[in-house]
């Protein structure tokens, strides 16, 4: 017997069994739209992120303090041994004239980030409550001592750490991550200086002494204070072409992220059905070999997965209007994602057939399937579940679909995703040869 005659069959039988559709079509289109109206609120427009961000900055230092640190610092410390008076009084009026806070917030008063972003400043409790209420998109933390220690770091032969936390809401991470974005650009900037001011204290150490690289420490303090602004001024902020989703972009993806899988459990018992209908026996005594049954069982699953995916993804993008992005990797995602789950499938079956019974292919479909799912991101996104859970993410099949999928929603390219390509085109090879190997091994139990 041919094998496209024996893949037929195979589809054919599963196109006949209503209640099984009922579960694999009919059911995902139902939990996808009943989902994308209920949890409406909990995601954006679908608009692209340029909208106002709103954001609470906290400062957790006290500025006066810090000055005071820094001088008692300057006139008894070690550091500044080698520096004579006259330097040090120097260094002080010009500690004093380079006003640390007031560079970090002229920053954010630039026009092109005032365009996009604006910002209140309040207390850590406070804000964090903002942020959880919704009431802002992210919050920028100011360090304890971050003052004292940036003028340690541009005025001293050292180099503190100064570590501004940024706390974004899962809801909307793109906003928090443009907040992120301009945040870096300016420490980037500001470090840039302090290691300026390192490179010419050892290039002057070298050649003079520590007196006089202190000297020059005062031109370059004059020469952060007159460029900062100019230094740190950003032309453009391009956040363009990656956008938020709506409800039902996601759960459209999710859900069938997730019941694609219920094709490889049923792929997975329809061996030993055919074995118990004596329909494997007689395949078998008619001269065809286990691997064409094996090849057969696996290509209707990844017929069937396609097949299904393309249905749901007609459905919502012709009745809930879902626009998916790029066709041509949609294409792909949807034939990468056949490919893994007709792998798992005929790994289910080689088990499910060897041990004679459904016990292997009811725990997958009972268990296996919701915490793929669960940790896929199925049911909320992982963004929203503790951290852990998005690295979890890339063992469950469903959850590297959903990245791949909402990733085209955004806009996002092929070179942007491939990896988790090659994981799922990794995931099926490597329960193709397991299910090889064991199919091989145990050949005389099937």
Not at 29 to 58: H, P, Y
Not at 72 to 77: A, M, S, T, Y
Not at 119 to 147: C, F, G, H
Not at 380 to 394: D, R
Request: proline share 1%.
């Amino acid at each position: 017997m041919k094998l496209r005659y024996i893949i037929f069959k195979d589809v054919k039988r599963i196109l006949y069994d209503k209640k099984l559709l009922a579960i694999i079509i009919l059911m995902p289109i139902v939990l996808m739209t009943i989902l994308g109206f209920a949890l409406n609120n909990m995601f954006g427009n679908g608009e692209t992120s340029t909208q106002k961000i709103k954001v609470a900055i906290v400062k957790n230092y006290n500025m006066e303090d810090d000055i005071v640190k820094f001088k008692d610092i300057l006139n008894q410390g070690m550091l500044s041994k080698g520096m004579d008076e006259k330097s040090k009084d120097n260094l002080l009026l010009l500690v004093e004239k380079l006003n640390i806070e007031d560079i970090f917030f002229k920053y954010l008063e630039i026009d092109t980030i005032q365009e996009i972003m604006s910002y209140t400043i309040e207390d850590e409790n406070v804000a964090r409550e903002m942020l959880k209420a919704k009431e802002v998109n992210a919050v920028i933390i100011l360090p304890e001592n971050y003052i004292y220690n940036t003028y340690m770091n541009y005025a001293l032969p050292v180099r503190n750490i100064v570590d501004i936390e940024i706390l974004k809401h899962t809801d909307n991470s793109i906003k928090g991550n443009i907040v992120e974005l301009i945040v870096s650009r300016f420490m980037e900037t500001m470090n840039n200086y302090c290691l300026n001011k390192e490179v010419f204290i050892n290039q002057v150490q070298k050649l003079s002494s520590m007196e006089v690289a202190f000297k020059g420490v005062s031109y370059l303090i004059e020469e952060l204070n007159a460029t900062a602004q100019e230094n740190l001024k950003i032309e453009n902020i391009n956040v363009e072409g990656k956008k938020n989703l709506t409800s039902f972009q996601y759960y459209a993806a999710a859900i069938m992220a997730m019941f694609i899988l219920y094709s490889a459990s049923n792929g997975g018992r329809s061996l030993l059905e055919e074995k118990e209908n004596i329909t494997y026996q007689r395949n078998r005594v008619a001269g065809v070999p286990i691997n064409k049954i094996m090849v057969s069982n696996f290509f209707m699953i990844c017929i069937v997965t396609i097949l299904q995916s393309i249905i749901m993804i007609l459905y919502s993008s012709i009745i809930l209007r879902i626009n998916w992005g790029n066709i041509w990797l949609v294409l792909l995602t949807v034939l990468s994602t056949g490919f893994a789950v007709g792998g798992l499938g005929i790994f289910i079956s080689v088990i499910t057939l060897i041990s004679s019974n459904y016990k292997f292919a009811n725990i997958f479909e009972m268990v296996i399937i919701q915490f793929m799912a669960l940790i896929g991101g199925s049911f909320l996104p992982v963004e929203a579940l503790p951290s852990f859970i998005n690295k979890l993410s890339y063992l469950s099949t469903s959850g590297v679909a959903i990245k791949i999928y909402t990733g085209i929603m955004r806009n996002s390219n092929f070179i942007d995703m491939w990896g988790n390509y090659s994981i799922l085109i990794g995931t099926g090879f490597s329960f193709i040869i397991a299910s090889t190997i064991i199919a091989r091994r145990r050949k005389g139990t099937i």
